[in-house]
């Protein structure tokens, strides 16, 4: 097959990692944790796995004995869980290194299609010829990934006897909120069953919702953004020599907004919407339609007659009328029941019934496996477009408004899910799956891998564990209360935000304060290579 010069020279790219990784280690165990809500509920769901401590991997000195148990050869798999996300190749690959480096007959078997590979024992056998072809590469093409929901009984034994067949101890699945929350009950099934199966989770998201004090971000967030900032900058190059029109681009980013906040700091549109903010202010669609009706008239008094607004995935949801309306939508249609409008409360009814029905059509369309609306699939950039547009006329009958309203709208998420890592991701990625390998050689189940201090070298990462029962809580999915780990919206209180808003009048109104960030550099200075987002350095100021 042939491939692109960068594709041949990032194979050769050896990824930084923290020191720690790189000598003899010890584990350093802190205190016992709890859960960050509904602690009696959680604990008594994870018997086994809940209370675990905090580690942290450290450089073995001279005096210690080396508490990573395990040094006979290990057979373990990997699962690919959920959206791709830059960098999912390299944890493979990090993994794959770290179990050879512990002992050269270890194996890595990965099991093909995602979570169904492990049910089905559909599995390939992961050899260093197949990994170098993958190294620094996008994608989860190495073994597939898929939805699938590991959450019942069978399914757990089914596991046992594919992992005893493979003489397989310990399985690694790469994943987001949802599919750590099922590596974790999983974790806990196999202890009680006494299987000798650990369970490790890595955090796996562009969408940037898994993180928390222990989890400072989750991978394939940096590559994406920056994938999608490059096409903003580029589209407000247009905009800015063009002037005749109004981008409307939708952001990838199922329910929180981290992506477009990301995407808003590194690039400076005139209008960012924050989900968060409009469910923290109560807004109707209306009062949204209204904000942007409001700029675009601002700047067409000053002759500006173009712009840009970015339209976070997930707003639809965070509207509070139609959150009520989705959730009744979700719970009418769990179990692929057929819906029916007269099962929903007379106000969803109104709300659902007023939609333009391309949109409520989207609303009522199949759910992913784990029963949550498909938001990628409502395009709510189209929805604001005829908002604003009619409410642009009714302005202008009122002699409110003078200017012209051509708009053009985007997506962006594909674009960027499976974009070669950037340098943060393809270090992050490979540290993450060396960590992976040093817990599993610890005897530990129920952690999720976690590298942490990212802002600094990737020398001075610190690397380790953190229980996953630590970041559960109860919630209701499916019309049901389970223990999920919580997921982490865009703190309107964090620096971030508070930059964003504090600058929101200014880029409005302006023509010269759009920034056009260019495509990911692989090659090159640090400061242009290697930065990690603007998210991630205002949360570390
Ligand atoms: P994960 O949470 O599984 O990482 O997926 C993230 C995501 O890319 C969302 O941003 C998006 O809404 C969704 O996946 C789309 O998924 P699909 O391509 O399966 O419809």
Same mark, same amino acid.
């Given at each position: 097959?042939?491939?692109?010069?960068?594709?041949?020279?990032?194979?050769?790219? =050896?990824?930084?990692?923290?020191?720690?990784?790189?000598?003899?280690?010890?584990?350093?165990?802190?205190?016992?944790?709890?859960?960050?809500?509904?602690?009696?509920?959680?604990?008594?769901?994870?018997?086994?796995?809940?209370?675990?401590?905090?580690?942290?991997?450290?450089?073995?000195? #001279?005096?210690?004995?080396?508490?990573?148990?395990?040094?006979?050869?290990?057979?373990?798999?990997?699962?690919?869980?959920?959206?791709?996300?830059?960098?999912?190749?390299?944890?493979?690959?990090?993994?794959?290194?770290?179990? /050879?480096?512990?002992?050269?007959?270890?194996?890595?078997?990965?099991?093909?299609?995602?979570?169904?590979?492990?049910?089905? *024992?559909?599995?390939?056998?992961?050899?260093?010829?197949?990994?170098?072809?993958?190294?620094?590469? *996008? *994608?989860?093409?190495?073994?597939?990934?898929?939805?699938?929901?590991?959450?019942?009984?069978?399914?757990?034994? /089914?596991?046992?006897?594919?992992?005893?067949?493979?003489?397989?101890?310990?399985?690694?699945?790469?994943?987001?909120?949802?599919?750590?929350?099922?590596? !974790?009950?999983?974790?806990?099934?196999?202890?009680?069953?006494?299987?000798?199966?650990?369970?490790?989770? !890595?955090?796996?998201?562009? #969408?940037?919702?898994?993180?928390?004090?222990?989890?400072?971000?989750?991978?394939?967030? %940096?590559?994406? !953004?920056?994938?999608?900032?490059?096409?903003?900058?580029?589209?407000?190059?247009?905009?800015?020599?063009?002037?005749?029109?109004?981008?409307?681009?939708?952001?990838?980013?199922?329910?929180?907004?981290?992506?477009?906040?990301?995407?808003?700091?590194?690039?400076?549109?005139?209008?960012?919407?924050?989900?968060?903010?409009?469910?923290?202010?109560?807004?109707?669609?209306?009062?949204?339609?209204?904000?942007?009706?409001?700029?675009?008239?601002?700047?067409?008094?000053?002759?500006?007659?173009?712009?840009?607004?970015?339209?976070?995935?997930?707003?639809?949801?965070?509207?509070?009328?139609?959150?009520?309306?989705?959730?009744?939508?979700?719970?009418?249609?769990?179990?692929?029941?057929?819906?029916?409008?007269?099962? &929903?409360?007379?106000?969803?009814?109104?709300?659902?019934?007023?939609?333009?029905?391309?949109?409520?059509?989207?609303?009522?369309? %199949?759910?992913?496996?784990?029963?949550?609306?498909?938001?990628?699939?409502?395009?709510?950039?189209? &929805?604001?477009?005829?908002?604003?547009?009619?409410? &642009?006329?009714?302005?202008?009958?009122?002699?409110?408004?003078?200017?012209?309203?051509?708009?053009?709208?985007?997506?962006?998420?594909?674009?960027?899910?499976?974009?070669? $890592?950037?340098?943060?991701? =393809?270090?992050? !990625?490979?540290?993450? *799956?060396?960590?992976? =390998?040093?817990?599993?050689?610890?005897?530990?189940?129920?952690?999720?891998?976690?590298?942490?201090?990212?802002?600094?070298?990737?020398?001075?990462?610190?690397?380790?564990?953190?229980?996953?029962?630590?970041?559960?809580?109860?919630?209701?999915?499916?019309?049901?209360?389970?223990?999920?780990?919580?997921?982490?919206?865009?703190?309107?209180?964090?620096?971030?935000?508070?930059?964003?808003?504090?600058?929101?009048?200014?880029?409005?109104?302006?023509?010269?304060?759009?920034?056009?960030?260019?495509?990911?550099?692989?090659?090159? $200075?640090?400061?242009?290579?290697?930065?990690?987002?603007?998210?991630?350095?205002?949360?570390?100021?």
């Amino acid at each position: 097959m042939k491939e692109s010069a960068l594709q041949i020279a990032r194979r050769g790219y =050896a990824p930084k990692m923290p020191l720690a990784l790189r000598s003899e280690t010890c584990l350093k165990e802190g205190t016992k944790t709890q859960s960050v809500a509904d602690q009696d509920a959680i604990k008594a769901l994870f018997p086994n796995t809940y209370g675990l401590p905090v580690v942290e991997i450290k450089a073995r000195q #001279d005096t210690e004995t080396c508490c990573v148990k395990k040094t006979e050869a290990l057979n373990v798999g990997v699962i690919l869980s959920g959206g791709q996300a830059p960098g999912g190749h390299n944890v493979i690959s990090g993994l794959y290194d770290g179990l /050879k480096r512990a002992n050269k007959d270890s194996k890595l078997y990965g099991f093909t299609g995602g979570p169904s590979g492990l049910i089905d *024992g559909k599995y390939i056998e992961l050899t260093t010829e197949i990994i170098d072809q993958y190294r620094n590469t *996008g *994608g989860f093409d190495i073994i597939g990934s898929g939805r699938t929901k590991l959450e019942e009984t069978w399914q757990f034994d /089914k596991g046992i006897e594919v992992c005893k067949q493979l003489g397989i101890t310990a399985i690694v699945i790469i994943g987001g909120d949802d599919s750590n929350t099922n590596a !974790c009950v999983l974790a806990e099934y196999y202890l009680q069953k006494q299987s000798g199966i650990q369970v490790i989770g !890595c955090p796996k998201t562009i #969408d940037g919702d898994l993180k928390n004090n222990m989890i400072e971000t989750s991978f394939g967030f %940096d590559t994406a !953004c920056k994938v999608y900032s490059e096409l903003i900058g580029n589209i407000q190059r247009d905009a800015n020599s063009a002037k005749k029109y109004w981008h409307f681009i939708r952001l990838m980013g199922r329910s929180a907004s981290h992506i477009a906040l990301e995407c808003g700091l590194q690039t400076q549109p005139n209008m960012t919407i924050i989900s968060e903010e409009v469910e923290a202010k109560q807004m109707t669609l209306s009062e949204i339609v209204e904000d942007i009706a409001q700029v675009v008239a601002a700047r067409a008094s000053k002759g500006l007659n173009f712009g840009t607004v970015l339209v976070p995935e997930g707003l639809i949801e965070f509207i509070p009328a139609m959150r009520a309306l989705i959730q009744e939508l979700n719970d009418l249609l769990a179990d692929g029941k057929e819906f029916d409008v007269k099962g &929903l409360s007379a106000s969803s009814r109104q709300l659902y019934e007023s939609l333009p029905a391309a949109i409520a059509k989207q609303l009522t369309m %199949d759910r992913d496996p784990h029963g949550n609306v498909q938001v990628s699939l409502i395009e709510t950039e189209k &929805l604001l477009i005829e908002m604003v547009s009619k409410r &642009l006329s009714e302005m202008k009958a009122a002699g409110q408004y003078s200017g012209k309203f051509a708009t053009q709208h985007h997506f962006f998420g594909y674009e960027g899910r499976c974009a070669v $890592p950037s340098n943060f991701d =393809a270090d992050y !990625c490979y540290s993450l *799956g060396q960590t992976a =390998a040093k817990l599993i050689q610890a005897g530990k189940t129920g952690y999720m891998a976690t590298v942490r201090d990212l802002t600094k070298p990737a020398s001075e990462w610190t690397a380790g564990g953190v229980p996953i029962t630590m970041m559960m809580n109860m919630e209701r999915r499916n019309g049901k209360m389970k223990p999920v780990i919580q997921k982490a919206l865009v703190d309107l209180q964090g620096k971030p935000y508070q930059y964003l808003a504090a600058h929101r009048e200014e880029w409005a109104l302006s023509t010269d304060t759009y920034i056009f960030p260019g495509p990911i550099q692989y090659y090159g $200075p640090s400061e242009v290579c290697d930065q990690p987002t603007v998210t991630l350095r205002l949360e570390h100021e």
